[in-house]
C-alpha cells in the first residue's frame, strides 16, 4: 500500500473509530456476529482502496497493473493486505490476533448495501495521463489512481510525455509521421488529426458527450487504412486489438458485452459490403444502452462511452452513415507497393513507449494551444453530435487544419470507377516515359486497361481483346499464336468506354508527386486524348 493510501486508511479508521494496530497504523476490524456491521467498517475503509464500481461490477488492478473482477475468494486474501480481520483477541494482551474472512462471509460482505456503497465508482480507466480542465480554468495531466472530478481511474506506470511541445512542432511531427498516406483531401487529413485526439480528449468540456465513429475508407488493399487506424489507439491505449465483425444477433451480443465491460474502443477492420447495424447505430446515436443480461432475467443500463472505429475498402455507404462517421478516405493512385515511404509505420513502432511519447506530446501541444487561444468551438458540425464537435473540431481547427466535421462526398471519393481511372492514369504515364505530353486513343487506353483489368465491363477481357485483334487484323492460323491485345472494340464497347472516358475530360488527376491534364485534345473517326505533365 503506498503511503498516501496508507495515511488515509489510518485516519478513516480513527473516523469511525476502528482500532489501530499499534506501530503497524493497519485497522482493526472485528468480524461480528452480524456481517453487516462488519460490512459497514469494511466499506468505510475501501472508500480509500483501489476497489471500485465499474457498471455495477466490483474490480480492482492486479499488481500487473491488469482490471480483475473482484468475487469472494479473492476477496479474502486482498483485504487482508489493509486491514487486521480479528475474531479473536488476545487474553492477557487484548491485542488482536490476526485472521482471515470465509468464503461464505465474504461473498455476505461483497453483496452487502452498507460495504457497497463504500466502494468508489469509475466510468473510465486510462493507461496515460490525460489532459483535464479544472473548475479553475487549468489545465493539467491527470493523476496517477484515481481523480474524484472525473471518476476515473489511471493506472499507474504508464507511459509519460513531455508538455511543452510547440504547435509548429507538432504539427511538422504529424505530417513526417502519416505523411506518406494518400489522403485523398484535406478535409481527411483533418478528420485524421480529429481521430487522433478522440481518446486523447474524453474527459475534456464536450468529451463526454456523443460522439461520432471514425470510419477509414480506401479504394483499394494495401492503401493503409488499417495501419493509420491503429495509430489513433496505441498512444492512448498502448494497443489497437481488432473486434470480428459477426453477423445480427452475434453482432448485437458482441457489442453488448463490449459496452458492459466499458471498453474504451471498438475497432472493426477490413469489414466488408456494408456497415448497416441497429447495435452499432445505437452505440453512435443514445448516451445509454439497454438491456437483458445474458443467460438471466436482469436488466442492465450502461453508458455509452466506446468510441467506434471501422475500416473497409468499397464499402457501400447509406446517407445515415455519412451522419453518423467522420470519414478519412484514402485515396491510392498508383499501385501501393510503389508508394515511396519515407516514415513507415507499423504495430511493432507503435507499442514502444518512444513513439507512443512523441505522439502524446504532439496531442497535449494542440490541446494547449487550443486552450490558450481560449477554447475557441468549431463552426462546422455534425448534427447530433454539437457538444463534442464543438470541443474537438476546434482544437484541431485552433491548429490550422481544416474543419473536420466536414461531410465527406462519400459517392466520389471511393468510386471504383474512379480508382480505376486513377491507375489507368498511372499506365499512360509509364507510355510517356519522359515526355511533357502525348496524344492516346481510346484503343491505346483499351490495350493497356485490358492488360491491368480494368474497366472490363465497359470493354471486356484481354482475352476478348486478342479475339478482337484476330477478327479485325485476318490473322492466319499460325499468327494467331502469336496475337496481341491492339485495342480493338465492338461498336459497344467504344461506346460504353468513350462514355466513361469521357466523364474524365478536363481533370487533374495526380499520380504519386505528378500532376496531369487530361483533356481532348481533336475529335476524328479515332477521337484522341492527350495526357500533359503539369508543372
Known amino acids: 500500500m503506498s503511503s498516501s493510501a496508507k495515511e488515509g486508511v489510518e485516519a478513516l479508521g480513527r473516523m469511525a473509530g476502528i482500532a489501530l494496530v499499534e506501530g503497524d497504523g493497519a485497522p482493526v476490524v472485528r468480524v461480528e456476529a ?76 461483497l453483496a452487502c448495501e452498507n460495504f457497497r456503497r463504500g466502494v468508489r465508482r469509475i466510468i473510465a480507466i486510462n493507461r496515460v495521463r490525460l489532459p483535464v480542465i479544472r ?111 459477426k453477423q445480427k444477433e452475434d453482432l448485437d451480443k458482441e457489442l453488448e458485452a463490449f459496452v458492459r465491460a466499458g471498453v474504451p474502443y471498438i475497432f472493426l477492420d477490413n469489414v466488408y459490403g456494408g456497415i448497416a447495424s441497429a ?82 506530446a504532439r496531442l497535449w501541444s494542440m490541446v494547449a494551444h487550443w486552450h490558450a487561444a481560449g477554447c475557441p468551438v468549431a463552426q462546422v458540425l455534425l448534427p447530433t453530435y454539437e457538444r463534442y464537435g464543438e470541443m474537438l473540431g476546434g482544437i484541431v481547427r485552433a491548429a490550422g487544419y481544416e474543419e473536420p466535421f466536414q461531410k465527406a462526398i462519400i459517392p466520389d471519393s471511393i468510386s471504383p470507377e474512379k480508382a480505376e481511372f486513377a491507375e489507368l492514369v498511372a499506365l499512360l504515364l509509364k507510355e510517356m516515359g519522359d515526355a511533357d505530353e502525348k496524344d492516346f486513343t481510346l484503343e491505346d487506353m483499351a490495350r493497356l486497361s485490358r492488360g491491368a483489368q480494368l474497366f472490363q465491363k465497359h470493354i471486356g477481357t484481354q482475352s476478348e481483346g486478342i479475339k478482337l485483334t484476330i477478327k479485325e487484323d485476318g490473322l492466319g492460323k499460325d499468327e494467331r499464336n502469336y496475337a496481341t491485345d491492339l485495342g480493338y472494340m465492338t461498336p459497344a464497347h467504344r461506346s460504353a468506354f468513350g462514355k466513361r472516358i469521357g466523364k474524365e475530360i478536363g481533370s487533374h488527376p495526380s499520380v504519386g508527386s505528378t500532376k496531369v491534364e487530361f483533356g481532348r485534345r481533336a475529335q476524328s473517326r479515332k477521337a484522341t486524348f492527350t495526357l500533359s505533365r503539369m508543372a
Not at 68 to 74: E, G, P, S, V, Y
Not at 348 to 355: G, K, R, S, V, Y
Open 279 to 360: 447495435s452499432l447505430d445505437q452505440l453512435l446515436t443514445s448516451k445509454k444502452s439497454t438491456g437483458r443480461a445474458l443467460g438471466g432475467h436482469s436488466l442492465f443500463e450502461v453508458d455509452n462511452r466506446a468510441l467506434i472505429l471501422v475500416t473497409g475498402n468499397k464499402l457501400e455507404l447509406n446517407e445515415d452513415a455519412s451522419r453518423r462517421f467522420l470519414v478519412v478516405d484514402l485515396f491510392e493512385k498508383g499501385e501501393p507497393d510503389e508508394r515511396k515511404i519515407t516514415c513507415r509505420l507499423d504495430d511493432d513502432l507503435m507499442q514502444t513507449a518512444e513513439w507512443r511519447q512523441a505522439q502524446l
Open 135 to 245: 473548475e479553475s480554468g487549468e489545465l493539467e495531466k491527470m493523476p496517477w489512481g484515481y481523480d474524484d472530478h472525473t471518476m476515473t481511474y489511471t493506472v499507474p506506470g504508464g507511459v509519460d510525455y513531455e508538455t511543452d511541445m510547440d504547435i509548429e512542432a507538432a504539427k511538422v511531427g504529424f505530417g513526417r509521421m502519416d505523411g506518406d498516406f494518400p489522403f485523398s483531401d484535406l478535409r481527411s487529413v483533418a478528420v485524421q488529426r480529429a481521430a487522433y485526439l478522440s481518446l486523447f480528449c474524453k474527459h475534456l468540456p464536450g468529451g463526454d458527450g456523443l460522439r461520432p465513429g471514425f470510419l477509414w475508407l480506401g479504394n483499394k488493399p494495401g492503401c493503409g487504412k488499417s495501419v493509420i487506424a491503429k495509430a489513433a489507439l496505441y498512444p492512448v491505449m498502448g494497443t489497437a486489438a481488432a473486434a470480428k465483425m
Open 34 to 109: 452480524d456481517l453487516n456491521t462488519t460490512a459497514k467498517h469494511l466499506g468505510q475503509i475501501v472508500a480509500r482502496l483501489d476497489l471500485f464500481d465499474l457498471n455495477g461490477e466490483m474490480i480492482f488492478f492486479d499488481f500487473r497493473g491488469e482490471r480483475q473482477m473482484m468475487n469472494a475468494k479473492i476477496f479474502g486474501t486482498w483485504i487482508n493486505d489493509f486491514v487486521v480481520i480479528a475474531e479473536k483477541f488476545d487474553k492477557d494482551t487484548g491485542r488482536p490476533i490476526p485472521g482471515m474472512l470465509h468464503l461464505e462471509q465474504c461473498a455476505v460482505i
